[in-house]
């Protein structure tokens, strides 16, 4: 490699990790926010099942109240029949005391349904809860090591930058003003290697023969026909 690129190969090297730093930095807000996401979700499901076992407890406080309503009537006809000595009035208080009491059983039964269903409910609330306290663990310590990954990428790239900055004074001005114009429109890397066989390890398209002679010969500055980037034999 002729001496000019060795320098420009090591600013190449900083422009690759920083590219790197760069694009795995972007990527970090979007995997806070998804892990966000997560403990929103299993927060959802823990609040969905306590207001579903919260609306359960008043169906039975209902269901109790009207069983105490209909026992007190029952109660109330109860002394009317025991008090009265008409025989059609004591009948028909009977009769509304058996409906009273069919009342009941009914109310009775959906009461006990709606407390086996109580205990379906704490049981989905109990797992819901287990599974939040888990995720919210795993979430933070996601959360923790993201941000320690900042810190140190933020770090990095400093450092880079200023190798970048030491390396620049090293090298001939022209040769890097081509390369940070290439890196602008290609990107990195600029500078890559011939292949053996000819082809330019950026593009991937053979040289012409008296291209890939000049890079070889080593004694100037050569560039893709196809694509510009710098050329150096492999
Ligand atoms: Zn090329």
């Known amino acids: 490699m002729r001496t000019e690129y060795v320098t420009l190969a090591t600013i190449q090297e900083r422009d690759l990790r920083l590219q790197d730093i760069r694009t795995q930095l972007e990527r970090i807000p979007e ?17 969905a099942a306590k207001s579903a076992g919260q609306h359960n ?13 209909r026992r007190e009537t029952i109660n109330r006809l109860k002394t009317q029949q ?26 009775e039964t959906q009461e006990l349904e709606l407390m086996e269903k109580a205990d379906a409910l704490n049981s989905v609330l109990k797992d819901a809860t287990a599974a939040l306290a888990k995720i919210q663990g795993a979430v933070n310590e996601e959360v923790k090591m993201l941000d320690e990954r900042v810190t140190t990428f933020e770090a990095e790239a400093i450092t880079l930058e200023s190798e970048r900055e030491a390396k620049i004074a090293e090298t001939d001005e022209d040769l890097f003003s081509m390369y940070s114009r290439l890196l602008k429109t290609r990107g990195v890397p600029v500078l890559v290697a011939l292949s053996d066989d000819g082809q330019c390890r950026g593009c991937h398209v053979k040289a012409i ?4 002679a000049r890079v070889r010969g080593e004694k100037e500055m ?5 694509c510009g980037r710098i050329l150096y034999p492999e």
């Not at 407890?57 to 309503?69: G, M, N, Q, R």
């Not at 009035?89 to 005391?97: D, T």
């Open 31 to 47: 995997d806070k926010s998804l892990a966000a996401t997560r403990l929103a979700d299993n927060q959802a499901s823990v609040e």
């Open 57 to 69: 407890e008043v169906a039975i406080k209902t269901l109790e109240l009207d069983i105490e309503t």
């Open 82 to 107: 025991f008090e009265t000595r008409k025989n059609e009035e004591f009948n028909a208080l009977k009769h509304e005391i058996m409906r009273y009491t069919e009342d009941v059983d009914g109310l």
């Open 209 to 212: 023969s008296s291209i890939q």
């Open 222 to 226: 050569v560039q893709c026909e196809n």
